[in-house]
């Protein structure tokens, strides 16, 4: 019996999930909260239970004892020797990590390096590292990298129209996001169609509170909207996505409350999108509540959402020149059937129509008409169970 754990680590926070592999059981999942601030708030799931406690949680160490002991206390396992693999999800991993890599010290070295590229990430990802090797010392590191999947986009695609030196020097070029997610969806699109996943053409979008759309040939990622940051892109719940970049010393000149550009680029990614537009919430819900009352600004916000995922979609059916399938995934793509049908009823020309009978909230799978020349379809995301496949993958080696 093995035991892997996936985990997505932020500099407060410490979200887990315990599988039983190779049977990619979920036994237990968890999220400790707030670590090194008053209050930290530890919550355990498991056999439909749900136990929370406040504690002080100095560290990620700490918060990895937590939660290993929670596991002994709630008998979710008997001893820590059942756990076999532990997987890392890292934000960036740059030109270096093109796949899902056991982690050494060496690893550890270089997603710490590549800390510039996600500066609140990275490092949490290394505490998170260092936590589980220091308490578990015997147990296998993975680290799954959310921009893996898109290392194979040409440089066409992922370098800017900008001096070749920033590239060469800096590192400045489109990275992506959400690759796990891409790639999940990607694949799981392909066992719905009944084809083998390099024989298709796949627009992948996901849209949660951070929304990314992904141009998918033959199974690999040639563009995706993410870029530098993951503030590039359509609209979301409180990023801005695209917006020409003279705007930002605009801002600082115009608006006393923004000091410099990073206070402008820090308004960008909480303060703007749905939120921003709204004046009420990031929550795509909301926004519809809104817009079904009556309330200009939510009327808006929604209907600019809209238009930017169009925007995208119809890119990449270009990027693509044509694709097999949409498919939607993550919090939003996955429960709004109303954001499903704007999307899609204003992008017709391309060949895709909904089911109205299919495209309903819990529809999982084809919900396009059955002459609809693009499927459409919606598949849950599941970003741990690939981080516990790397594992269990890598550790067979
Ligand atoms: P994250 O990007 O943080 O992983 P999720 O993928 O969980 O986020 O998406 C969260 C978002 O999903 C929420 O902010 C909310 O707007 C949206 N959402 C969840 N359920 C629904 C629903 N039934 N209808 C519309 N939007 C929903």
Do not use: C
């Not at 406040?54 to 937590?66: C, E, G, P, R, Y």
């Amino acid at each position: 019996m093995s035991k892997t754990i996936a985990i997505n680590a932020g500099s407060s926070s410490l979200k887990w999930q315990l599988y039983n592999m190779p049977e990619e059981e979920v036994l237990a999942s968890g999220l400790i909260e707030r670590i090194g601030l008053k209050d930290s708030v530890s919550t355990v799931k498991f056999a439909g239970n749900k136990e929370s406690e406040t504690l002080d949680i100095h560290d990620h160490h700490q918060a990895v004892k937590i939660l290993l002991d929670d596991l002994i206390r709630f008998e979710i396992i008997a001893n820590y020797d059942e756990i076999t693999g532990v997987g890392h999800r890292v934000v960036a991993g740059g030109e270096i990590f093109k796949e899902s890599t056991i982690i050494g010290e060496k690893e550890i070295l270089e997603i710490e390096a590549l800390s510039a590229l996600a500066p609140l990430h990275n490092p949490a990802h290394v505490a998170a590292i260092r936590a589980f090797e220091e308490v578990l010392p015997e147990v296998l590191n993975v680290a799954v990298f959310d921009t893996a999947f898109h290392t194979t986009m040409p440089a066409k695609a992922y370098r800017y129209p900008v001096p070749k030196a920033y590239y060469t020097e800096n590192q400045v070029r489109k990275y992506g996001a959400h690759g796990t997610s891409h790639f999940y969806v990607s694949q799981e699109a392909a066992k719905y169609l009944g084809k083998p996943v390099e024989e298709l053409k796949v627009i992948t979008a996901h849209i949660g509170n951070g929304v990314s759309i992904t141009a998918v040939d033959g199974g690999k990622s040639v563009d995706t909207s993410m870029g530098f940051t993951p503030l590039a892109g359509p609209m979301m719940g409180t990023r801005s996505g695209d917006i020409d970049p003279a705007l930002i010393p605009y801002l600082v000149a115009e608006r006393p409350e923004l000091a410099d550009a990073a206070a402008v680029v820090n308004a960008l990614n909480k303060e703007s999108g749905l939120l921003g537009i709204s004046g009420k919430s990031s929550d795509m819900r909301d926004i519809i509540a809104g817009y079904e009352a009556g309330d200009e600004d939510a009327t808006l916000a929604f209907d600019m959402y809209i238009d930017r995922l169009k925007k995208y979609i119809s890119q990449y059916f270009g990027v693509l020149n044509g694709a097999d399938a949409l498919v939607f995934t993550a919090g939003v793509g996955e429960n709004s059937a109303p954001v499903r049908q704007a999307v899609v009823e204003g992008l017709t020309w391309f060949g895709m129509e909904l089911d109205p009978e299919k495209n309903v909230f819990g529809a999982v799978g084809e919900i396009s008409t059955v002459d609809s020349k693009v499927k459409v379809l919606v598949i849950p995301t599941d970003e741990e169970l690939v981080i516990a496949r790397d594992v269990e993958r890598l550790k067979a080696k």
